[in-house]
């Protein structure tokens, strides 16, 4: 298997479950949205079962999807997808700066980070990475109208 391909499957494989652990919140309630560290207001919406906490979740978890979609068209894996590279560029971005959070958390307030928080940016991280190196690697091949296998 080529980096390319490895590295678009574990970074579509990190978006893809946290797409799945954002759209379970709204069946497993306030404790679920609390474990993930969501902010008091969207766990204060899923106590008084509001529309905030699940439009947020389902919201976000439809975003951590495309970023996976992107990832595996990108590598060849899937379809070609419009907006191909701005869709990875962005996943990328994103992802690589929702990791580095932590970096300046650790630093200014890091009794307030949890286990999952250093986790999750951790996995963000690589993800982030993930999609960094496969648009890196199919960037020009992204300009055709269908990608090469890589």
Known sequence: M????LAA??????AFFGT?????????G??????????????ASARAQTWEAPAGALGVGALMGMCGLFALSAAGLMQRLPLLRAGLAVSAL???????????????????LTAFDITAS???LLAGLCFV???????????AATPSQD
Do not use: K, M, Q
């Open 2 to 5: 080529s980096s390319v391909r």
């Open 9 to 14: 499957l574990i970074g579509a494989g990190i």
């Open 20 to 28: 799945l652990i954002h759209w379970v919140a709204p069946l497993l």
């Open 30 to 43: 306030p404790d679920w949205y609390a474990f993930l560290t969501s902010p008091a207001w969207v766990v």
């Open 94 to 112: 994103v992802c690589t700066l929702r990791g580095l959070l932590l970096i300046p958390f650790l630093i200014r307030v890091p009794e307030r």
């Open 122 to 124: 951790l996995v963000w």
């Open 133 to 143: 190196w496969v648009a890196l690697r199919r960037w020009r091949d992204l300009s």
